[in-house]
């Protein structure tokens, strides 16, 4: 039974497992320092996951991948630069960057919520195009219109010896809001995985202590394989191993928030429909619901808002951040150990959760 058991478990996460194999072959054969990839990781992480939480609610509602959540960080950018230019600085520059972006990605998700009503069984291509049209109108604001129509006086933000502007926004100048949120509360690896093992626990026994079916032995092994784990993390060889790993706890706050939401908003009314939409968008219909209306609040929700924040926390911890995505190819080299990373970061966590 139990054979049976790990078996299903090894199928149900296949991807996961798989992924980690090639992940770990690649590291060892990167001939970086594990240190290194573990910082380079870590840095990657705490953005990448935001974004990859951002794209279930659309996936629930049958749309499939969202791929116009890049329209999204085109609104943070543009909070960005705005922010930049009033030259309000620190946590008052982040809550202003963040209350910017919220309403002006909420407009972009309605729009593009509207779009994919028309073309219902081709979201994610029709995303991925639109995506790519935005980028044009996107560079045509930051190139031609601020700068030359709307003006802009912080010199550190337009091109030298002409108009628009820059490729790059240092939000780490004087005036800008890099690092604020990070710089709020910081842990060393061996610190942080005692928190973390703490509110693990502290679920762990609040569930149990709710629920209806209880499990003691279950609980224990649970609460055994957390200790164990912290206890690990405290051994001086993983200290030397996570020895440049800062894990900012307040990134990761705003990460266990978003994912308490998707939990919550799920158990919702709305909730409720948008599994519905997802499941037959004819049954729900007939059911009473409007489909479209459901289908553009998901979109919302996705591009307009999560998608958008995330884009401004990725900001806020890689400075300068690039102002153009579409030339991110050309004007930044990436070494090997970044693009693994960030291929960690990004698809581990959509494996777990998709």
């Known amino acids: 039974m139990d054979k049976n058991r790990l078996r299903d478990a090894a199928r149900n996460n296949i991807v996961t497992i798989m992924f980690i194999v090639l992940c770990a072959v690649c590291m060892a ?3 970086y320092a594990p240190n290194y990839v573990l910082y380079e990781l870590f840095g990657r992480l705490s953005r990448n996951m935001f974004i990859v939480l951002s794209l279930i609610i659309p996936i629930v509602a049958g749309m499939g991948i969202n791929f116009a959540i890049t329209i999204g960080a085109m609104a943070a950018q543009i909070a960005c630069l705005l922010v930049l230019e009033w030259g309000v600085s620190g946590i008052g520059g982040l809550a202003l960057a963040a209350l ?12 593009i919520g509207k779009l994919l009503n028309r073309m219902k069984g081709q979201e994610m291509i029709g995303s991925m195009i639109l995506g790519y049209f935005a980028n044009g ?8 219109i601020f700068d030359n129509i709307i003006p802009i006086h912080n010199p550190n933000l337009t091109i030298k010896g002409s108009t628009g502007i820059a490729n790059t926004m240092d939000l780490s100048r004087e005036g800008g809001f890099a690092y604020s949120l990070e ?11 005692l928190v973390f093992a703490a509110v693990a626990a502290v679920l762990l026994v609040t569930g149990y202590l709710v629920s209806h079916r209880r499990n003691a032995k279950k609980l224990a092994v649970q609460l055994g394989v957390i200790a ?13 191993l996570f020895s440049m790993v800062s894990v900012p706890m307040a990134t990761f706050g705003v990460v266990a928030l978003l994912c308490l ?17 997802g499941q037959s968008g004819v049954v729900a219909n007939a059911a009473g619901i409007d489909v479209d209306h459901v289908r553009i609040i998901a979109i919302v929700f996705s591009t307009g808002i999560f998608s958008g924040i995330s884009s401004f926390w990725s900001c806020l911890t890689v400075s300068p951040c690039s102002a153009f995505p579409a030339k991110s190819e050309v004007i930044s080299e990436t070494t090997a150990t970044e693009s693994v990373s960030v291929a960690v970061s990004f698809f581990m966590p959509s494996a777990v959760f998709l």
């Open 29 to 31: 054969f990167s001939g």
């Open 100 to 111: 910017l972006t919220v309403p002006l990605g909420g407009i972009f998700g309605f729009l």
């Open 137 to 144: 109108l996107y560079q045509l604001l930051f190139l031609f």
């Open 183 to 193: 710089k709020l509360w910081q842990l060393p690896a061996s610190q942080a995985a």
């Open 228 to 240: 164990a784990a912290a206890a690990v993390m405290q051994l001086p060889a993983m200290k030397a």
């Open 261 to 277: 939401f998707n939990v919550v908003i799920m158990r919702t009314r709305l909730g409720q429909q948008l599994r519905a939409v």
